[in-house]
T-cell receptor
Framework: DTGVSQNPRHKITKRGQNVTFRCDPI?????LYWYRQTLGQGPEFLTY????????KSRLLSDRFSAERPKGSFSTLEIQRTEQGDSAMYLC????????????FGPGTRLTVL | DQQVKQNSPSLSVQEGRISILNCDYT??????FLWYKKYPAEGPTFLIS?????DKNEDGRFTVFLNKSAKHLSLHIVPSQPGDSAVYFC????????????FGKGTRLSVIA
């Protein structure tokens, strides 16, 4: 299977703890996106990378959130001092970055903050 | 301010009939539109897309229609099958997909056997 993979699939944590999620994009996809989805809503954009460069961050991405893509391959999303409002599905998508591009999503990481 | 709107939270259709899912957008800069299907506890799966230079794109049982003047697109599924039961998201971007997607809230389709 050469699709987008995400780990872990589920994470339960206590408020105030730090969590880190990993995304492995489709091989040779230059662009990697992070989205967040809460109940009853569509996915909302958080941040994206072109290779290792972080090109844009949403205002949803507070200073407790940080994302990296150090070698232009996999990416990590860290949330520090988690809050109950951070509970959501965190989705990663990748694309080639070429014209008329399509983003392909991973299965997501479900975060529950107690 | 929601830039992509799916005004029908749910839709029920009998197996074999046509399903029509609608989507409206407000941002004139959007030029690439996509439909994704999502099952519970899974990520969205890409279904079909359309560029603003076209008004129709077809892929098997799925057809997307784009009306730029009305800022409206629709997804037609014919014939509908029970396996099509899922939440369908409309998404849009500018610069032909090379920017973050803006999603609607989704429409839950139930295909009844």
């Amino acid at each position: 299977d050469t699709g987008v993979s995400q780990n872990p699939r589920h994470k339960i944590t206590k408020r105030g703890q730090n969590v880190t999620f990993r995304c492995d994009p489709i091989s040779e996809h230059n662009r990697l996106y992070w989205y967040r989805q809460t109940l009853g809503q569509g996915p909302e954009f958080l941040t994206y990378f072109q290779n290792e460069a972080q090109l844009e961050k949403s205002r949803l991405l507070s200073d407790r959130f940080s994302a990296e893509r150090p070698k232009g391959s996999f990416s990590t999303l860290e949330i520090q001092r988690t809050e109950q409002g951070d509970s959501a599905m965190y989705l990663c998508a990748s694309s080639t970055g070429f014209a008329t591009d399509t983003q392909y999503f991973g299965p997501g990481t479900r975060l529950t903050v107690l | 301010d929601q830039q992509v709107k799916q005004n029908s939270p749910s839709l029920s259709v009998q197996e074999g009939r046509i399903s029509i899912l609608n989507c409206d957008y407000t941002n004139s800069m959007f030029d690439y539109f996509l439909w994704y299907k999502k099952y519970p506890a899974e990520g969205p799966t890409f279904l079909i897309s359309i560029s603003s230079i076209k008004d129709k794109n077809e892929d098997g049982r799925f057809t997307v229609f784009l009306n730029k003047s009305a800022k409206h697109l629709s997804l037609h599924i014919v014939p509908s099958q029970p396996g099509d039961s899922a939440v369908y998201f409309c998404a849009a971007s500018d610069y032909s997909g090379n920017t973050p997607l803006v999603f609607g809230k989704g429409t839950r389709l139930s295909v009844i056997a």
